[in-house]
Nanobody, 123 residues
Framework: RCSCRRLGGGLVQAGGSLGLSCAASGRIFTTYDWAWFRQAPGKERDFVAGKYSGGLTSYADSVKGRFTISRDNAKNTVYLQVNSLKPEDTAVYYC?????????????????WGKGTQVTVSS
């Protein structure tokens, strides 16, 4: 339902930047919320950023000011611009969609998932 594509290289040095995109296939309503999650080795999948259908955004504290989520409804695509990368940002990044809004962001509330793309930040 979702396919992730990495705009930049998957291996970057600390302080670097890259962009991620995720396009959904099929019938995607503009009322859906988009989000990015990430999962580091041996850890749970954690929320990174969310974009409500109305335009509001939400970010994990660890990425505020460094990551930016955006969406293009005409293209059924969500983007994540990641700047000032840190080694602790190393993880597999997943895009996700949910059909119904919620005040919180948790992986159990998402309905569709992308395959994931690896981001590795070297120190």
């Amino acid at each position: 339902r979702c396919s992730c594509r990495r705009l930049g290289g998957g291996l970057v040095q600390a302080g670097g930047s890259l962009g991620l995109s995720c396009a959904a296939s099929g019938r995607i309503f503009t009322t859906y919320d988009w989000a990015w999650f990430r999962q580091a080795p041996g850890k749970e999948r954690d929320f990174v950023a969310g974009k409500y259908s109305g335009g509001l955004t939400s970010y994990a504290d660890s990425v505020k000011g460094r990551f930016t989520i955006s969406r293009d409804n005409a293209k059924n695509t969500v983007y994540l611009q990641v700047n000032s990368l840190k080694p602790e940002d190393t993880a597999v990044y997943y895009c996700a969609l949910r059909r119904y809004p919620d005040d919180t962001w948790h992986q159990s509330g998402m309905d569709y998932w992308g395959k994931g793309t690896q981001v590795t930040v070297s120190s």
